[in-house]
């Protein structure tokens, strides 16, 4: 019994340290998630959402009011189609008075070019603005996206308060279940210690070095699993540090590469409208000349006009030059738009990685609880199925315990019946001795067989306290050789189990009531044997 219980409180103790280091390892994981998504939250949250706004605010501000330059170009536009007006009015005055001049047809037909060109620009202008409008389109996709994020996230807190909710009630039980299985204990120590205090030094200094040693063996695992963490948690932010800068770089790279792309976009088509603009010189010098070589033949009167033939082509000129201006900016406007764009389909991609790693994030855990709800759940119903059969089996010894107890009084009962009879006759024969003293000679021989009775009585009492201790040996020694076994049995049982802590823990609650109970009813047998040992080896009454 007392190995049972020294065993019993070094596994108490083990298990109190092991779910004290295990409920430390789950508070100090639950803080690092939460310092996790507090970082992610305030880092790059806040930044992609001011980065957001910003662009949003940027594009509403496009939207709702056009830019500088657009207003400009519309006004050339108007002051062109103006002049144009102009010009052909006086063309037209010009060709009512010269009816004979025949170049004023293709005058006309590059004034109608001119016209085409401008409707060019107006439609390139809707194109743009149908760009504009399918960017804010695609920043609304966006802002869902992250309001999307946001939700989970608030799903992801309460995930974790509720994680901190359970985490505290199961520290509440476990503290509730030591607590009272320790004021349990120092009742019954204080009860063993004053009963049994000089028995139990020797087991007090064999529990001290055994719980010395498992103090050191746990002292070691602790600092190798801290060790292991450690580890664990420098390479993970090692890893993390890695990925972040491979990201970095390669999203610097692909910007540069971009870059590099409009670049040389933007070079080939600076190259191609000069080409152009050179044709077009080229075209408006040659139709010039011919022109001045045509009006050079015409006479007198047509010299004015001649003259201001030529002014003409130069307005028109100059209104081409400024037209492949506008032109080359469409294009670079068109270019850097599309940038943008791509930029945003990058950045949507991004987004979409994001909601992929926080969606496979909320399922694990919420796995994770499923898992641990599954397992507190399997383990209450383990408990409480192992405490209904130890309650039962511990009754059942109890009871066979009370009927030892009382077979053991009933003979006790016999005995002191059967030693008060044994004494009543000893008073009755001495004071028929005293009443026959004169008749002493012939009641001789009565009283040698007396004395001889009374000496096989006094054998079979001297024999008695050898062959009790004996008898109770027999009977404890089987009992400790069941319960040994039943130990045994029920402790392999428990090392087979998954949950082996938990129900270890429940049944040292139960077990260690039980065996105190045990334990004190062995000390009053055994007191009770003792005393009845000294009645029978007292000595016996002297004659007179």
């Known amino acids: 019994m007392r190995d049972l219980l ?5 596994d108490h103790v083990y298990e109190q340290r092991t779910q004290g280091a295990v409920l430390d390892e789950i508070r100090q994981r639950l803080e690092g998630m939460e310092w996790l998504l507090r970082e992610v939250r305030e880092r790059e949250l806040g930044g992609l959402s001011g980065t957001l706004e910003s662009v949003s605010g940027r594009l509403d501000e496009i939207s709702v009011k056009p830019p500088m330059w657009a207003e400009g170009l519309a006004q050339h536009v108007e002051a062109v189609r103006d002049h144009v007006d102009a010009v052909g009015d006086r063309v037209g005055e010009v060709d009512a008075r010269v009816t004979p001049v025949g170049e004023l047809p293709g005058v006309r037909a590059d004034l109608g070019a001119v016209g085409e060109s401008v409707e060019e620009a107006l439609k390139r202008l809707q194109s743009v603005l149908d760009t504009t409008a399918d960017f804010a389109a695609k920043l609304s996709v966006l802002g869902s996206s992250m309001e999307a994020a946001a939700s989970r996230f608030t799903r992801l807190d309460k995930s974790v308060a509720e994680l901190a909710s359970r985490t505290e009630r199961v520290e509440g039980v476990v503290t509730e279940l030591s607590q009272g299985i320790g004021e349990q204990v120092t009742d019954a120590v204080s009860e063993t210690v004053v009963r049994f205090t000089a028995r139990l030094e020797e087991t007090d200094q064999r529990l001290t070095a055994r719980l010395d040693e498992s103090d050191r063996h746990v002292t070691a695992r602790l600092d190798e699993t801290d060790q292991r963490l450690a580890t664990a948690l420098v390479e993970a932010d090692e890893r993390l540090v890695c990925r972040l800068k491979e990201a970095d770089e390669q999203f610097a790279g692909r910007l540069a590469s971009a870059e590099q792309r409009l670049t040389a976009r933007l070079d080939e088509t600076d190259r191609h409208l000069a080409v152009q603009l050179g044709e077009s010189e080229q075209r408006l010098t040659a139709r010039l000349s011919a022109v001045d070589a045509r009006l050079e033949r015409a006479e007198g009167r047509l010299t004015g006009f001649d003259s201001r033939l030529e002014s003409a082509d130069e307005c028109l000129a100059e209104i081409d030059t400024r037209l492949g201006g ?11 738009l599309g940038g943008v764009d791509r930029r ?8 979409g990685r994001h909601d992929d790693r926080f969606d496979a994030l909320d399922v694990r855990i919420d796995t994770r609880f499923g898992m641990i709800d599954e397992r507190l759940t399997a383990t209450d119903q383990r408990l409480g199925e192992g405490v209904t059969r130890n309650e039962g089996r511990f009754n059942k010894l109890d009871s066979h315990m009370d009927a030892i107890d009382e077979r053991l009084t009933e003979a006790e009962e016999h005995i002191s019946s059967r030693f008060d009879t044994i004494d009543s006759r000893f008073n009755g024969l001495d004071t028929h001795m005293n009443g026959l003293a004169t008749r002493a000679e012939q009641a001789g021989e009565h009283l040698e067989a007396v004395d001889d009775r009374i000496e096989a009585v006094s054998r079979s ?7 009790l201790p004996e008898l109770i040996r027999s009977h404890s020694g089987e009992q400790a050789e069941r319960l040994t076994a039943a130990a045994d049995a029920l402790g392999e049982l428990v090392r087979a189990r998954p949950d082996r802590e938990e129900l270890a823990e429940t049944v040292t609650g139960v077990v260690q009531p039980a065996t105190d109970d045990l334990t004190r009813r062995l000390a009053a047998l055994e007191e009770t044997m003792l005393a009845l040992a000294e009645a029978l080896l007292r000595p016996a ?3 007179d």
Do not use: C, I
């Open 6 to 10: 020294a065993r019993a409180a070094q």
């Open 344 to 351: 945003l389909g990058t950045l949507d991609g991004h987004l």
């Open 326 to 336: 506008v032109d080359k900016r469409l294009t670079s406007m068109d270019e850097r």
């Open 461 to 467: 009492v001297s024999e008695l306290p050898a062959s």
């Open 541 to 543: 009454r002297t004659k």
